[in-house]
C-alpha cells in the first residue's frame, strides 16, 4: 500500500495552503496524506483574516486515532497555532511507544505568505525551540529561519538550528529578494551538502512552502534520501507554481494557488 504521512496541519478555506495543500502535494509524492486538523482559518489567497485553534487534547486524539490504525512512515507539521499543540506533538515525539525514530518535517508556520499573524509570534518561537531536535528537517521561510535562530544571515541560522539539534535545515532564499533566481541550501548536521537554483516566477503564490514541505515529507516515505526528496521536490514545485492559477488575471493583488496536479 501506499505509505502513509500523518500531518498536523490546519483548514485554508481558499484551498491553496494548509491540509488541502498537504493532501495534493503528498499525493503527488506517491505517498497517503492523513490529516490531524490543528485549526480552522479565516482566509482567502490574500489575507488572514483569523483562526479559532483545535484544542491539544483534539489534535492529539485525531492523532492517536490515526496512529493506532495506519502505518504512518513520516510525520509533518505546518500551522500548529498555539504553544499548547506544539507542546503536544513534542510530548508524542518524547514518547517513545508513540513515535520513535519516526521522520518528522517541520514547516514552522509563523505569518501565512497572504499575511497575517498565525498566532503569537514570540511565545510560538519559543515553544518551537522544544521542537527543534526532533525534526529531520525543518523547512522555514527567512522569516522564520531568522525568527528561530536569532541570527540574520541565513547559513549562520541554519547552522544554529542544526546545533540546537535539527538534523537538516532547507534554506530558501525566496522571501529576501524582488528579483533573480531563488537560491536554496541544505544543511545536514550543520554543513551544506547542496545548493539549488530555482527560476524566480511572475506572481505571488498561496501554498507554495507547505506544499514543497509536504512534497518531500511523501517522497520521504516512499523511500528516498533526504537529498533525493529535496531534489525532487525542487522540480516539482517549479512546475506546480508554472501552471499556478485560480484568481482573476486581472485581479493584480490576488496571489496564484500552485496547480498540484500538474503533469511534467
Same mark, same amino acid.
Given at each position: 500500500?501506499?505509505?502513509?504521512?500523518?500531518?498536523?496541519?490546519?483548514?485554508?478555506?481558499?484551498?491553496?495552503?494548509? $491540509?488541502? #495543500?498537504?493532501?495534493?502535494?503528498?499525493?503527488? !509524492?506517491?505517498?497517503?496524506? @492523513?490529516?490531524?486538523?490543528? =485549526?480552522?482559518? +479565516?482566509?482567502?489567497?490574500?489575507?488572514?483574516?483569523?483562526?479559532?485553534?483545535?484544542?491539544?487534547?483534539?489534535?492529539?486524539?485525531?492523532?492517536?486515532?490515526?496512529?493506532?490504525?495506519?502505518?504512518?512512515?513520516?510525520?509533518?507539521?505546518?500551522?500548529?497555532?498555539?504553544?499548547?499543540?506544539?507542546?503536544?506533538?513534542?510530548?508524542?515525539?518524547?514518547?517513545?511507544?508513540?513515535?520513535?525514530?519516526?521522520?518528522?518535517?517541520?514547516?514552522?508556520?509563523?505569518?501565512?505568505?497572504?499575511?497575517?499573524?498565525?498566532?503569537?509570534?514570540?511565545?510560538?518561537?519559543?515553544?518551537?525551540?522544544?521542537?527543534?531536535?526532533?525534526?529531520?528537517?525543518?523547512?522555514?521561510?527567512?522569516?522564520?529561519?531568522?525568527? $528561530?535562530? #536569532?541570527?540574520?544571515?541565513?547559513?549562520?541560522? !541554519?547552522?544554529?538550528?542544526? @546545533?540546537?539539534?535539527?538534523? =537538516?535545515?532547507? +534554506?530558501?532564499?525566496?522571501?529576501?529578494?524582488?528579483?533573480?533566481?531563488?537560491?536554496?541550501?541544505?544543511?545536514?548536521?550543520?554543513?551544506?551538502?547542496?545548493?539549488?537554483?530555482?527560476?524566480?516566477?511572475?506572481?505571488?503564490?498561496?501554498?507554495?512552502?507547505?506544499?514543497?514541505?509536504?512534497?518531500?515529507?511523501?517522497?520521504?516515505?516512499?523511500?528516498?534520501?533526504?537529498?533525493?526528496?529535496?531534489?525532487?521536490?525542487?522540480?516539482?514545485?517549479?512546475?506546480?507554481?508554472?501552471?499556478?492559477?485560480?484568481?482573476?488575471?486581472?485581479?493584480?493583488?490576488?496571489?496564484?494557488?500552485?496547480?498540484?496536479?500538474?503533469?511534467?
Amino acid at each position: 500500500m501506499r505509505p502513509v504521512v500523518l500531518c498536523f496541519s490546519g483548514l485554508d478555506p481558499s484551498g491553496g495552503a494548509g $491540509l488541502q #495543500a498537504d493532501i495534493e502535494a503528498i499525493g503527488q !509524492a506517491g505517498a497517503h496524506a @492523513a490529516i490531524a486538523c490543528t =485549526a480552522i482559518t +479565516v482566509q482567502s489567497s490574500q489575507q488572514v483574516i483569523g483562526f479559532e485553534a483545535c484544542t491539544a487534547s483534539l489534535v492529539k486524539d485525531q492523532a492517536v486515532a490515526v496512529l493506532d490504525d495506519l502505518p504512518v512512515t513520516v510525520i509533518k507539521s505546518g500551522m500548529l497555532g498555539t504553544t499548547d499543540n506544539i507542546a503536544m506533538l513534542t510530548s508524542l515525539f518524547a514518547d517513545e511507544t508513540i513515535l520513535k525514530d519516526t521522520p518528522f518535517v517541520l514547516d514552522p508556520v509563523l505569518v501565512a505568505n497572504s499575511g497575517g499573524s498565525l498566532g503569537d509570534e514570540q511565545t510560538l518561537v519559543s515553544a518551537f525551540k522544544q521542537l527543534l531536535p526532533y525534526a529531520t528537517l525543518i523547512t522555514p521561510n527567512t522569516h522564520e529561519l531568522r525568527a $528561530l535562530s #536569532a541570527e540574520q544571515d541565513l547559513h549562520l541560522g !541554519a547552522q544554529k538550528l542544526c @546545533a540546537q539539534g535539527t538534523y =537538516a535545515v532547507l +534554506v530558501k532564499t525566496s522571501h529576501d529578494f524582488d528579483s533573480g533566481d531563488i537560491e536554496q541550501y541544505l544543511y545536514v548536521k550543520g554543513e551544506m551538502v547542496h545548493k539549488s537554483i530555482l527560476p524566480r516566477l511572475d506572481g505571488e503564490f498561496h501554498g507554495s512552502g507547505c506544499s514543497l514541505a509536504s512534497f518531500i515529507a511523501g517522497r520521504l516515505a516512499i523511500g528516498d534520501a533526504l537529498i533525493d526528496a529535496v531534489k525532487a521536490a525542487d522540480s516539482w514545485i517549479t512546475q506546480t507554481l508554472r501552471a499556478a492559477d485560480v484568481p482573476h488575471p486581472e485581479d493584480a493583488k490576488a496571489q496564484l494557488i500552485p496547480n498540484r496536479f500538474v503533469r511534467f
